[in-house]
Structure formats: C-alpha cells, structure tokens
C-alpha cells in the first residue's frame, strides 16, 4: 500500500519536485550536516542533564525527609562529635562560616 501524498494519482514514476532536489542539496551540505550533528549532541546532553536532574532531585527529598526527622540539638550534638573527631577541618569551617556570616552581615 502506498502513501497518497508520495506518489501523485496516475503517475507510478514520482520524479521530485523543486523543494525536494533543494532540500537534498542542503541536507549534503557540509554546514547542514554539522548542525544535524551539533543538534544530535545537544539531545544526548539534555537527555543525561535530565537524568542528573531528577537523580538530583531524589537525593535531595530523601535528605530532606533526613533531616525533618531529626531535631535542631541532634544536628548540633552530631557537628560537636564530628568537630572532635576532626578538629583541624572543624577550625577551618568555623572560620569559613564567620568569614561568610560576616560578609553577609556587614553594614
């Protein structure tokens, strides 16, 4: 069965229009070609960034729900043990976060 808008009614032998030879000459053109290409990597880009997305997104509910489970002296108490446990890096954040809330607060 063939397409009705392929073949004109009578004629078996369809020989292309105008349009279509000036289309088959633009598809062979080497600039054509690289932006097909250059479309082709965009999909392939925006398809793992929306991948990326919503793996994202997932882990950011799931610690979401974490931390809603967990109280303000709990998160407090678990920075006091890790602080311990690494007192070189709990200076140096200490003083990344008062740079920064000094910055934030400044008049």
């Not at 279509?20 to 965009?42: S, T």
Request: with cysteine.
């Amino acid at each position: 069965m063939s397409d009705p808008q392929s073949e004109p009614a009578g004629d078996s032998s369809h020989e292309p229009g105008p349009f279509e030879n000036l289309g088959r000459k633009l598809d062979e053109r080497p600039e054509v070609r690289a932006a097909e290409q250059a479309l082709r990597q965009a999909q392939i880009q925006l398809e793992k960034a929306r991948k990326q997305y919503h793996e994202t997104r997932v882990e950011v509910a799931e610690s979401l729900q974490n931390v809603r489970g967990h109280k303000v002296g709990d998160v407090v108490s678990a920075t006091l043990e890790l602080v311990r446990k690494h007192p070189g890096p709990g200076v140096v954040a200490a003083l990344v976060c008062g740079w920064v809330a000094g910055r934030i607060f400044r008049r």
